[in-house]
């Protein structure tokens, strides 16, 4: 529920958007940014479906290195378990 | 890029000779991390990094859980709420046992979606978190929701409860690791009464290991030299104001109120409740919910662990009568609570 996972914006409806991560699009909500502020392909930190700040493109990927890091982390726990 | 090992040996160089320095971390992301890295191993052993309450689902309290059962067991209503509330215990059962009409959601846009196709029911839903959650919920209001959606407010506000963890001499805190993402909201500058009147440095780190053990060398090279301040390792992210936006927008919505914690107990400003504008989407006005009391879990010792006064292998029932599949306490349950994190690394 807390984790909060970059993804890049393919589509502006403000105050909602479409982004993408992964191959995986999504509907969020764009309320808490904003409006002119915001950007085709601007990279945005989202949580529980909103986004909540923009980041570059660098920490985009460096947050998703972490996340993979994280779950490969927990797959190796499950399967030693 | 740095590496690890530098960023380890930078820390070994700062650790004081003489004591103990005892590092929280108020994230379950964090905690995380901490955990299956074995970054506590890798520390030096004066250092100890001890979970906080990173976790929204461990200290919800067993009222507002009650009232979600209760609420799901009208016929008029369905209850919604994010998935790791359903299986949290309490002494009616969790809502996943007990309840009757609840829905998962994984956003509080499903909420909208679900009051939409169901004109004819009252939707609860059961928002909790910390501001990450509550940004979000306070969207929604924003542009607008359905008549029949009520909000049964649970939010708590993580400065706040860090500030009674720095009072508590008991836990003896040297340094917080603060919230990437609490942080990218409320900005790195709400920490900063920690560094001026307390004289404890905070630092705002992101969650993977290398940024988190650079947080960690930054504190302690803050205790070293004695300048303390507000550090932030997260930059790019959180900028020193916050999210202006997002704290206006919650603002508009709620208000700060005493609330208790669940295991801990009252404690004055420290949560968020719709203002008396927005009453007619109050759960807790529109159904008449009133508190009702705590019952304490035997041997459970959640609000230990949460305090940072105890570790999850102190409780006797962990890994024992309290696993993830049948939690005894509120924090075995989510991902983000210490107990599930340590079953599942120690
Ligand atoms: S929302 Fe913030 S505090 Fe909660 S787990 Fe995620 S990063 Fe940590
Ligand atoms: S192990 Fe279970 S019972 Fe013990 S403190 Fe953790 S959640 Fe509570």
Redesign the pocket.
Do not use: I
């Given at each position: 529920m807390?984790?909060?996972v970059p993804m890049q914006l393919v589509e502006i409806n403000y105050p909602s958007g479409v982004a993408e991560a992964k191959g995986v699009t999504r509907s969020i909500g764009l309320q808490l940014i904003a409006e002119d502020s915001l950007k085709i392909g601007d990279h945005v930190i989202v949580?529980v479906g909103f986004a909540i700040e923009k980041v570059d493109k660098q920490r985009a990927d460096e947050i998703w290195e972490a996340l993979e890091e994280v779950l490969r982390m927990m797959d190796e726990e499950d399967s030693s378990a | 890029m740095i590496k690890t090992q530098d960023i380890i040996n930078h820390i070994r160089s700062l650790v004081p000779g003489d004591r103990k320095v005892r590092i929280m971390n108020v994230?379950?992301?964090?905690e995380h991390t901490i955990a299956f890295s074995g970054m506590r191993s890798l520390m030096p052993e004066h250092i100890e990094l001890i979970p906080g309450p990173?976790c929204p689902v461990c200290v919800c309290p067993e009222s507002d859980i009650i009232h979600a059962i209760t609420l799901s067991r009208r016929a008029d209503v369905i209850l919604v709420t994010y998935g790791d509330m359903l299986r949290v215990p309490s002494k009616d059962g969790s809502i996943r046992a007990q309840g009757r009409n609840y829905k998962m959601i994984t956003s509080p846009s499903e909420a909208i979606r679900i009051a939409t196709a169901n004109p004819e029911k009252k939707i609860v839903f059961f928002s909790i978190g910390?501001e990450?959650t509550t940004a979000p919920t306070a969207a929604i209001l924003e542009t607008g929701v359905p008549d029949n959606l009520y909000i049964l407010s649970s939010h708590r506000l993580t400065p706040t409860i860090m500030e009674v963890l720095v009072k508590d001499a008991e836990i003896g805190i040297d340094g917080f690791i603060a919230?990437?993402?609490?942080s990218a909201i409320v900005g790195s500058n709400a920490w900063n009464v920690f560094s001026e009147i307390y004289g404890i440095p905070t630092v705002v780190a992101g969650?993977a290991a290398d940024n988190l053990m650079l947080g960690i060398a930054e504190i302690l090279g803050q205790l070293k030299n004695g300048k303390i301040r507000t550090g932030n390792v997260y930059a790019g992210v959180v900028r020193p104001e916050g999210n202006i936006q997002a704290q206006n927008i919650m603002a508009k919505f709620f208000e700060v109120a005493d609330v208790n914690w669940r295991g801990i107990g009252y404690i004055p400003e420290s949560g968020l409740e719709l203002r008396d504008e927005y009453s007619a989407r109050d759960a807790r006005k529109v159904f008449g919910l009133k508190e009702i009391k705590e019952e304490k879990i035997p041997g459970c010792i959640c609000g230990k662990v949460i305090l940072g006064k105890a570790y999850p292998t102190d409780c006797k029932l962990f890994k024992r009568a309290c696993t993830p599949k049948s939690p005894a306490g509120p924090c075995m349950v989510s991902m983000?609570g210490s107990c599930n994190i340590w079953y599942k690394t120690n």
């Open positions: 807390c984790v909060g949580h | 994230c379950g992301s964090h990173g910390f990450t919230p990437g993402h609490v969650f983000e």
